[in-house]
């Protein structure tokens, strides 16, 4: 290809971490036919042609503890919900295309602590 040529959407755009897609068929033994995750790998991998990302779905449930963040209407959900930490999950970057909305700069902090217990990073 020339550097002229322009590659197709879904193959060049950079994804954010900390944005919302909906996705199809999510798999991994999930009754809804569509899911929304947020993208939770790191920056610099998103920025590379890496073909998965790893992600934390949304859920309509929240049970309040510490690998839940709340989330809702203000980042493009339907409704209250809560992004569970404790199932992290890596998706293809292609099944990631009907995006959502994007976590506030305060969740996002949530989101990394929520993480690290997830994790359980000190």
């Known amino acids: 290809m020339s550097s002229g040529e322009e590659f197709p959407l ?3 755009r950079v994804l954010t971490r900390g944005s919302l897609y909906r996705v ?3 798999g991994h033994g999930d009754p809804r036919a ?3 995750f947020v ?3 790191r920056q610099a ?5 890496f073909s998965t990302v ?8 929240y049970h309040g503890i510490a690998t839940q963040v709340q989330v809702g209407p203000g980042v493009g ?3 209250a919900s809560a992004i569970h930490c404790d199932n992290l999950q890596s998706l293809p970057r292609t099944s990631l295309t009907d995006y959502v909305g994007r976590l506030s ?3 996002l902090e949530e989101l990394d602590e929520a993480l690290r217990v997830a994790v359980d990073l000190r």
Not at 45 to 49: D, I, R
Not at 54 to 61: G, H, K, L
Request: proline fraction near 10%.
């Open 10 to 12: 879904q193959d060049t």
């Open 24 to 26: 199809r068929r999510p």
């Open 34 to 36: 569509t899911r929304a």
């Open 39 to 41: 993208v939770v790998s």
């Open 45 to 49: 991998l998103l920025e590379t042609s």
């Open 54 to 61: 790893v992600c934390a779905p949304v859920y309509s449930n």
């Open 77 to 79: 959900l339907k409704s």
């Open 105 to 107: 700069p305060g969740q």
